[in-house]
């Protein structure tokens, strides 16, 4: 079969099975179904239950700033960390991921994951900073799977290089949410290069890390996933969201055409 590899630099994608009917009603299933287990204490439980509201709201924000439907979403019950054996010690966490999903019968969808570490103890402009974030993700992955534009990017080796080639790849996000200035200032203020959030950081490893919450671990260098050609082919994607690309895209250009020194 032929196979077409994507690489990206501050997401690590995988193939999985996913049961859209049972996002589609509640993006927390997987954090109930967790908690059942007794694999999350009630105070934590209660604490991303009650917050989730701002999850809600910042898809609604997203999609009244660009004039696009989200992706699907959900959230998962764990931290996320990636590791970097060159930067020994060290580690980055991932508060949300767009990932391409591949279901039984060869379509391809994207779905974005965000954890419950960032639905926990995020702030509410954090939190929608990282939902507009990974939108323009998704509006960039849909784009070049639409034109086929695919190729092996180099793989980032270090968590730095990662989160550097990560802000490089976006649609221009004045272009995408022009009519909310204040969400603009949320994302350009958050991702100067590459997501940071110290006191969110800290949260996350004082009061999940290090309480033996669940965490999943990644490797940094391992964000690669392979996506059949014909997968690719059966994406379905509204005419709408295929012209707001391309102007979205237009925008992106026009600007690195303005700046000194361009050719």
């Known amino acids: 079969m032929t196979y077409w590899q994507w690489t990206f630099s501050n997401i690590f994608v995988r193939l999985f099975r996913f049961q859209y009917k049972q996002m589609s ?6 954090v109930h179904d967790v908690a059942s287990a007794g694999k999350l204490p009630e105070k934590i439980y209660k604490l991303i239950t009650e917050r989730f509201s701002l999850v809600t709201e910042g898809i609604e924000r997203v999609e009244k700033a660009s004039g ?8 998962e019950p764990s931290m996320v960390v990636s590791t970097s054996a060159a930067e020994f010690m060290q580690f980055g966490i991932f508060f949300a ?45 849909v784009g070049r799977i639409v034109k086929m534009n695919v190729v092996s990017d180099e793989i980032s080796g270090t ?28 994302i350009t203020t958050r991702f100067p290069e590459g997501f940071r959030d110290l006191k ?12 033996g919450l669940p965490t999943i ?22 005419q709408a969201v295929k012209d707001k690309i391309v102007d979205f895209e237009n925008a992106r250009l026009r600007k690195k055409k303005s700046l000194p020194g361009h050719v």
Do not use: C
């Open 25 to 30: 009603f509640d993006p927390l299933y997987k």
């Open 217 to 238: 671990r990644v490797p940094i260098d391992a964000n690669v996933v392979k996506i059949p050609a014909a997968a690719m082919a059966r994406l379905q994607v509204e």
């Open 68 to 75: 696009l439907k989200y992706p699907y979403f959900y959230v």
């Open 200 to 211: 969110l950081e800290d949260k996350s490893i004082k009061n999940w890390m290090e309480k």
């Open 97 to 141: 991921r767009t990932i391409p999903v591949i279901r039984e019968d060869n379509t391809l969808h994207v779905v974005v994951q965000i954890t419950a570490p960032l639905v926990a103890f995020g702030l509410k402009g954090t939190i929608h900073a990282i939902l507009a974030h990974e939108f323009m993700h998704y509006l960039e992955l």
């Open 159 to 186: 968590l730095f290089e990662g989160s550097y080639a990560d802000a490089g790849r976006l649609v221009e996000e004045r272009a995408v949410f022009k009519s909310d200035q204040t969400l603009i200032k949320h």
